[in-house]
């Protein structure tokens, strides 16, 4: 009977972890192939002008609506996560990501439709953030209430992996055909192809997610009606301190923005002077992504080892420093140095924090509030950065002195803020399930941490797979 229980219980945690895994590709790989296109194509399909400037601005703007819906989504599908359960929500969110996305491959054009195609590309685009909103944070629940004893954080950490994985795939899928592919195709319909693959990831997304049984955690509170009914309002009132603590956290997300956003158009940009070719650092997030993939379960892994605070720590502080050697490289126009110092920075360092947060982020909270805590925490952090390009390039525009000195000091304190809000959490990974976002819970003895954690390998080894 205790082999029986293992083997579901070591099943659980696979299934979750790829559900995790699979969710986050799916968001990702729509989240990146709707930029690309918004670059590409959207301004000559959807916003049509005489003035080419105001059609890509508009078709960047579609872009950033996605984060206005994400608070929004947070308030909501955390609530739901609370309420109903980690699986329900996901099985939600995935929905509502894949079909707004298979949606957008199939809207008439402006021509074919007048303004109704611009009004139903943002209105899809709303759809999408709201989506986004709740999946990393059920995603993260969901496998770290799954996860083995004393391996919360190599397994949370597979959800961000998935992250990485969708760009790639993303990369993989719209790069080839917007290069090779005649222009007169995939201006008509060639565009189209990647949105409309997302209906194969829905697919095996839903086969594997209705394959997870709700978590523990959620169902031992759930038959003690434990569960509450504003979820919201106590994740306010009781964990306040550790919302505020993530969303400072969250704002590490500078370090993308300096690699591929600012980072790319300091380089590209005529106005700029630098001349980089754009072939070159459309390869950036490519690069990096594949590095961060093998990098975030190592990471993770060592986090069950050392705590989750050190390799933040390290993680923001390092990041943050190399940014401003990488906006240097891009100053002196040493394209080797920079793609370096940018993969470096990017692909390796700061995955000290992507590869943490999912195991950090919902630990610091209570079973019946974790969803929607993290959710809006996270979701606000994030927002945030999305603002952070327009900055750079007010305090840094073209013609400005000592660019990479402005903007790398910026990016370089948010890191320090980041790394202040890690230090003034308690640490969490010796602490049980049942009394995780309790502030006065006390850690396990690391001597029975180990032991405890050496004999959970043992029994897992044992179990034939």
């Given amino acids: 009977m205790t082999t029986t229980r293992a083997i579901h219980d070591r099943s659980q945690s696979r299934k979750a972890a790829a559900s995790g895994w699979i969710g986050s590709a799916l968001e990702y790989y729509d989240f990146f192939i709707y930029a690309t296109a918004a670059s590409l194509i959207f301004p000559q399909i959807f916003f049509p002008s005489e003035n080419p400037t105001v059609a890509i601005v508009a078709s960047l703007a579609t872009y950033g609506v996605g984060y206005v819906a994400r608070p929004i989504g947070a308030f909501v599908l955390g609530h739901w996560g609370d309420t109903h359960g980690r699986k329900t929500v996901l099985i939600v969110c995935m929905f509502l990501m894949g079909i707004s996305t298979m949606a957008v491959g199939l809207l008439p054009t402006y021509q074919q439709v007048g303004i109704l ?14 989506a986004v909103a709740g999946e990393i944070s059920g995603a993260s629940s969901m496998i770290l209430e799954h996860a083995p004893f004393g391996r919360r ?6 959800a961000l992996q998935g992250v990485q994985a969708g760009q790639i795939l993303a990369a993989a899928v719209f790069l080839p055909l917007a290069a090779y592919m005649p ?22 997304g839903y086969i ?4 997870v049984d709700e978590t523990p955690a959620f169902a031992r509170e759930d038959e003690r009606g434990e569960t509450p009914r504003a979820p919201i309002v106590q994740a306010i009132k009781l964990s306040w301190r550790d919302m505020l603590r993530v969303i400072c956290m969250a704002l590490m997300n500078v370090i993308p923005v300096v690699a591929t956003i600012f980072g ?25 992504n594949m590095l ?83 959710a809006i925490s996270q979701n606000i952090g994030t927002t945030i950065t999305a603002l952070l390009p327009a900055l750079f390039a007010t305090v840094a525009p073209p013609g400005s002195a000592n660019i990479p000195l402005t903007v790398g000091a910026i990016a370089f304190g948010i890191t320090v803020i980041a790394a202040l809000a890690a230090v ?42």
């Fill in 183 to 204: 222009t007169e195709a995939f201006n008509s319909w060639g565009w189209r192809i990647p949105f409309l693959l997302s209906f194969f990831v829905i697919v095996a």
């Fill in 424 to 465: 003034s959490a308690r640490e969490t990974y010796r602490i049980k399930i049942d009394d995780l976002g309790n502030p006065k819970a006390v850690p396990m003895p690391r001597a029975d941490y180990e032991r405890q954690r050496a004999e959970a390998a043992s029994r897992a080894a044992a179990i034939p797979t």
């Fill in 117 to 130: 195609a611009p009004i139903l590309l943002v209105i899809l685009r709303l759809v999408q953030g709201f």
């Fill in 264 to 288: 790319a158009a300091y380089a590209v940009q005529p106005a700029y002077g630098i001349g980089f070719a754009k072939d070159v650092y459309l390869w950036i997030p490519v690069l990096g």
């Fill in 292 to 374: 961060a993939v093998f990098v975030i379960p190592f990471v993770g892994h060592l986090s069950d080892k050392v705590g989750r605070k050190p390799p933040i720590i390290v993680g923001a502080l390092l990041s943050g420093l190399l940014a401003f050697g990488y906006l240097y490289a891009i100053s002196i126009r040493n394209v080797p140095l920079a793609i370096m110092l940018s993969l470096l920075m990017w692909g390796v360092v700061y995955q000290g924090y992507n590869a943490i947060f999912p195991s950090f982020y919902p630990e610091l909270f209570p079973t019946r509030t974790r969803v929607s805590a993290m």
């Fill in 153 to 158: 954080g190599f397994y949370a950490s597979f």
């Fill in 208 to 211: 594997i997610r209705r394959e």
